[in-house]
DNA sequence: CTATGATGGAAAC
DNA sequence: TTTCCCTCATAGC
């Protein structure tokens, strides 16, 4: 499920298949209310993300597509060998070579250039984005009462971050989840954002999140091809601490879950 | 078969 | 603070 790599991923793999191209545009799900004709035949000219948010550029129309993907929105982007549509495809797109489907976003509507920006600026920096300075994410922190948990999670301190990433970025930090954000020094900041950028970068290379250095997997999991899915304290409560073997802790912040490592993390 | 939850966020109380 | 929405894999009868 898609946190700020999925969506920079996804990006990329459009891109990669049909930046530059006409697309054929529909609707097999029928929700796309103001309805895919607009970009029907248009060339589809690249796309732009911010955070979780991903946007579509149609050249000859203010049409841009923007697309929030929720909790659990989807793309399933494969070459074309024809076959029926799905038929909870909110938005497909579709030329000789390949087929992009898009299922349950939250969000899959037309906006234009100016309300792409209204958007954008409601938004912290993102760590993916190159050459960002990530002062305003600090100062933000740094002036707030609220748990530095909390304000990973807030998109306009800081976008792309989801519930996986703020828990493994706050253990490999070893920051209490806790601490109130104008306690948190600066240096722990920085790392924070660096962490972010590096494992983001990855994950939005692979497609799939993953923040366990190796040598911290078991044997049978590190031979695991699917190894995304292992991790330090996310969803690991109940069973011991990678590193110290305390018993990994759950907890909930703003009606999300909260994993952390309460020895590790003090 | 139905119930539940999930890497999210906006809108309604 | 709670409710609701979009989908689907998985858990539990």
Redesign the pocket.
Known sequence: ???GH?IRHFANVHDDCFQGLTVKASSP?G?FDEGAEAIDGKTFVGTSTH??HLFFHFAEHDHIVHI???????FSVRKNRGGKP?Q?A?LRLENASFISEL????KCNYITTQELQTACAKLGPDPLHDDVDPQAMFDKIQSSKKSIASLL?N?SVVAGI???YRAELLFLEKLDPFMPGREVPSESLTNIWNNASVLMTDGATDGM?RTVAPQHLTEAEASDHKYN?YSYVY?RHTLPCRICGTTVLIGEV????LYWCKKCQS
């Not at 703003?254 to 879950?257: I, Y």
């Open positions: 499920m898609p946190e999925s799900q929700r955070g979780k929030h993907l929720g909790l659990y929105g989807w799905k909870s909110r299922v349950g976003p939250t999670m998109q989801g519930n996986v999140i899915q969803k703003d009606g999300r879950k």
